[in-house]
């Protein structure tokens, strides 16, 4: 039989990559304003998200402007906003599916291999999940830190990693953590059978 307490702790590690991977994908700040170089002081700060532009001036005032046509948006914004909804969607569907197959829940407790299955299946549904959070915070630091690193861009159009990046990958790290905890269950009857 599946150990309980690991496929419990398995889907709150996924439950808290999933609450992580929704705050990264609505916040603001997946790319800020770069200090290096000439640019030490300056009265303003930029950020950058998947949904809109921020300007944060030195009084405090903050002023937002929302992407105005979709068409128009770099390929890598288009792109990871569709790897993180995508994963979000996903977070939730094997949420479903893990809840049906963990046992703490008396959902098909009458058939605990098949339990032990849909469990599985949640928990390899998480880790794709994950692994797509991973790709889209990924690519999109990569291209923030080669945009850095081009002798080409000016110094005060540089821009360095946002919090958002790193809420990111740890909510993927945490997702795909958990579900390869829900993985890792075999019951008990399947193993003794693999043994004869």
């Not at 709150?12 to 200090?35: P, Q």
Request: charged residues 10%.
């Amino acid at each position: 039989m599946a150990n309980a307490g690991i496929q419990l702790l398995g889907f709150m590690l996924a439950f808290i990559g999933f609450i992580g991977t929704i705050a990264s994908t609505v916040m603001v700040e997946w790319k800020a304003s770069s200090y290096a170089g000439d640019n030490i002081i300056t009265a303003q700060a930029m950020y950058e998200g998947l949904w809109k532009t921020c300007v944060s001036q030195s009084t405090g005032q903050i002023q937002c402007k929302v992407y105005d046509s979709l068409l128009q948006l770099p390929g890598i914004v288009q792109g990871t906003r569709g790897l993180m909804l995508t994963s979000i969607l996903l977070n939730f569907i094997s949420m479903m599916v893990a809840v049906v197959g963990m046992r703490c829940t008396t959902c098909m407790a009458e058939q605990p291999e098949q339990k032990d299955k849909v469990a599985l299946a949640g928990g390899v549904i998480f880790i794709i999940a994950g692994v797509m959070a991973l790709v889209g915070t990924s690519w999109y630091g990569h291209r923030i830190a080669k945009e850095f690193y081009n002798p080409f861009t000016p110094t005060n159009s540089r821009f360095e990693f946002g919090s958002a990046l790193f809420l990111g990958w740890g909510a993927a790290c945490l997702t795909i953590i958990g579900g390869c905890f829900l993985c890792c269950n075999c019951s008990s009857k399947s193993s003794e059978k693999a043994l004869r």
